[in-house]
């Protein structure tokens, strides 16, 4: 089974708001692969950076993908982190990924500099941000199928900008369009 789309990009980029809108849109269910790790785990991820180490998340976060491209038939949202990981590159090979891009500034306003977010809890959140973005954006380009700009745009418009990229069927009432 294949996921109709992954949804990748930094914190703020709107996953997590273009991902259920994106899956409404093709009819088909959403899934979040954070949701997946905080499930299996038990606790949030916040608590798995404290207790555990970002590599223990990482490891987790990597199987929670492996498990959902493989099971998965709809939108498939993943962590910001999630392409530091070749592995998990790899397996998004031949998928249709859709890399949400955000500039630095519209990022940092969409995340509020939230201590929910374990990396850019630190002295200079902004600072981080930046080295975040500069250190994934190769990343991010590397894996897409296609990239949307999200700084502008609002939700239901950057699903139509995803959908018309990718050249989605959409299902309509009598059958698909």
Do not use: C, W
């Not at 273009?18 to 299996?40: E, K, N, T």
């Not at 939700?155 to 018309?164: D, G, L, N």
């Amino acid at each position: 089974m294949t996921p109709a789309a992954v949804v990748v990009g930094p914190p703020g980029s709107g996953k997590s708001t273009v991902g259920p809108l994106l899956a409404r849109r093709l009819a088909v269910p959403f899934r979040d692969s954070d949701d997946d790790i905080v499930a299996g785990a038990g606790k949030p991820i916040s608590d798995i950076f404290t207790d555990d180490g970002e590599p223990a998340f990482r490891a987790l976060e990597e199987s929670a993908i492996a498990t959902a491209l493989a099971e998965h038939p709809g939108v498939l949202s993943l962590g910001g982190g999630a392409v530091l990981s070749a592995a998990t590159r790899a397996r998004l090979a031949g998928h249709a990924v859709v890399f949400l891009n955000v500039g630095m500034a519209e990022g940092v306003r969409r995340v509020g500099l939230s201590s929910a977010r374990p990396l850019l809890a630190g002295v200079n959140p902004r600072a981080t941000y930046k080295q975040l973005l500069d250190a994934r954006l190769p990343l991010y380009r590397e894996v897409a199928t296609v990239e949307v700009d999200t700084d502008h745009h609002g939700p239901a418009e950057i699903v139509e900008q995803v959908v018309a990229k990718l050249n989605l069927t959409i299902p309509t009432e009598n059958g698909v369009s």
